[in-house]
C-alpha cells in the first residue's frame, strides 16, 4: 500500500524550531518529487515547499523562505521538513504529498502533523 | 501573486448536479487540478488536467475547462461527496514554487 506518514509536530513557542518528517513506503520514493503543504485552522490549503527526486532542488513559498528547509533522505525513504523561526502564522497541519506522475499535481498525501506555535 | 479563485459555497439536493467553478488569467495555459477534502482527513486528486479522473474515484465525479475558469461537476450528487473542493494549478511560469491552490468551496448537500 502506497503510504506517506507525517510526524514531529507539537507545540513551539514563536521564533522556536521544529522538524518535521515524512515517511514514505509501498513506492519507489527516489523516483518521486515531494511537496509540503499547510492548512492554518479552519483554512484552505497553502503551497510550502517542493524537492526533486535527487534532492538537487528545492523551492519554498515566499511566506516560508529564509526560514524553512527542505530535504529528503532516499535511503531512508523519509522527507523532511525543518522550520525556523516559527510565528503564529506558521500554525497549520502541515501535510506531506507526492507529486503525481500526470502533471503539477499531487497524488498521494499524508494524513498531516499539527503544529501549534504559542507562548 | 498568482490567484486562483472559487465561490466559497455550493448547495444541492441529493441526486442533483452539482458545479464547483474556478477562475484564474493562467488557466488557459495550465491544467487544473482538483482536491476533495473532508472534515479532519487529507486532500484527496478527484480530476487532474481539467478533466482526467485518476483510478478509483466514481465517474459522476468531471472537469471541464473553458477559458480563464475551470469546472468541477458532480452528477448526481450523493451525501457522502459533501466536502471540501480545492481547485489548484500554477502561474504561466508553471514551475515550483508557484503551484496555488484556490480558496476552497464548500459543498453542502442539502
Known amino acids: 500500500e502506497v503510504q506517506l506518514v507525517e510526524s514531529g509536530g507539537g507545540l513551539v513557542q514563536p521564533g522556536g524550531s521544529l522538524r518535521l518528517s515524512c515517511a514514505a513506503s509501498?513506492?519507489?520514493?527516489?523516483?518521486?518529487?515531494m511537496h509540503w503543504v499547510r492548512q492554518a485552522p479552519g483554512k484552505g490549503l497553502e503551497y510550502v515547499s517542493a524537492?526533486?527526486?535527487?534532492?538537487?532542488?528545492?523551492y519554498y513559498a515566499n511566506s516560508v523562505k529564509g526560514r524553512f528547509t527542505i530535504s529528503r533522505d532516499n535511503s531512508k525513504n523519509t522527507l523532511y521538513l525543518q522550520m525556523g523561526s516559527l510565528r503564529a502564522e506558521d500554525m497549520a497541519v502541515y501535510y506531506c504529498?507526492?507529486?503525481?506522475?500526470?502533471?503539477?499535481?499531487?497524488?498521494?498525501w499524508g494524513q498531516g502533523t499539527t503544529v501549534t506555535v504559542s507562548s | 501573486s498568482y490567484e486562483l479563485t472559487q465561490p466559497p459555497s455550493v448547495s444541492v439536493s441529493p441526486g442533483q448536479t452539482a458545479r464547483i467553478t474556478c477562475s484564474g488569467d493562467?488557466?488557459?495555459?495550465?491544467?487544473a487540478y482538483w482536491y476533495q477534502q473532508k472534515p479532519g482527513q487529507a486532500p484527496v486528486l478527484v480530476i487532474y488536467?481539467?478533466?482526467e479522473r485518476p483510478s478509483g474515484i466514481p465517474e459522476r465525479f468531471s472537469g471541464s475547462s473553458s477559458g480563464t475558469t475551470v469546472t468541477l461537476t458532480i452528477s448526481g450528487v450523493q451525501a457522502e461527496d459533501e466536502a471540501d473542493y480545492y481547485c489548484?494549478?500554477?502561474?504561466?511560469?508553471?514551475?515550483?514554487?508557484?503551484?496555488?491552490f484556490g480558496g476552497g468551496t464548500k459543498l453542502t448537500v442539502l
Open positions: 504529498a507526492r507529486e503525481a506522475n500526470y502533471g503539477a499535481s499531487m497524488d498521494v
Open positions: 509501498g513506492f519507489t520514493f527516489s523516483s518521486y518529487a
Open positions: 524537492i526533486s527526486s535527487n534532492g538537487g532542488s528545492t
Open positions: 493562467a488557466l488557459p495555459k495550465q491544467y
Open positions: 488536467k481539467d478533466s
Open positions: 489548484q494549478s500554477a502561474d504561466s511560469s508553471g514551475t515550483y514554487p508557484n503551484w496555488v
